[in-house]
């Protein structure tokens, strides 16, 4: 069983920076990478930044440089430090935890299975 909660959206004006962070919960389920996603309407999920067991990471090529994937173990959150942000950041964020391979690639998890958070909320205003 995986349980995910997100916290830390909100509205901020361009330029700005926010953390979001993720708390999981995990029982008799082995992770091995984790994820942030997000979501505006009417556009498909996507990919924005992966990290696995061994610490590596990816971005999607629009957030490189500015987003930053960081996990601490010892008390299962996942984070996702975001600066220089630009409206075309808006959209719900969402963790998620993979259960299966580690492999990873433009910001996100590849394959096994996959537990989603219930999202929040990020709005960047020109």
């Known amino acids: 069983q995986v349980q995910l909660v997100e916290s830390g959206g909100g509205s901020v004006q361009a330029g700005g920076s926010l953390r979001l962070s993720c708390a999981a919960s995990?029982?008799?389920?082995?992770?091995?990478?984790m994820d942030w996603f997000r979501q505006t309407p009417g556009k498909e999920r996507e990919g924005v930044a992966s990290i696995n067991n061994g610490g590596t990471t990816t971005y999607t090529d629009s957030v490189e440089g500015r987003f930053t994937i960081s996990k601490d173990n010892a008390n299962n959150t996942l984070y996702l430090q975001m600066n220089s942000l630009k409206p075309e950041d808006t959209g719900m964020y969402y963790c998620?935890?993979?259960?299966?391979?580690?492999?990873?690639?433009?910001?996100?998890?590849?394959?096994?299975?996959?537990?989603w958070g219930q999202g929040t909320q990020v709005t960047v205003s020109s």
């Open positions: 995990v029982y008799r389920v082995r992770i091995n990478c």
């Open positions: 998620a935890a993979v259960a299966g391979g580690q492999l990873i690639s433009g910001g996100r998890c590849l394959g096994g299975i996959r537990y």
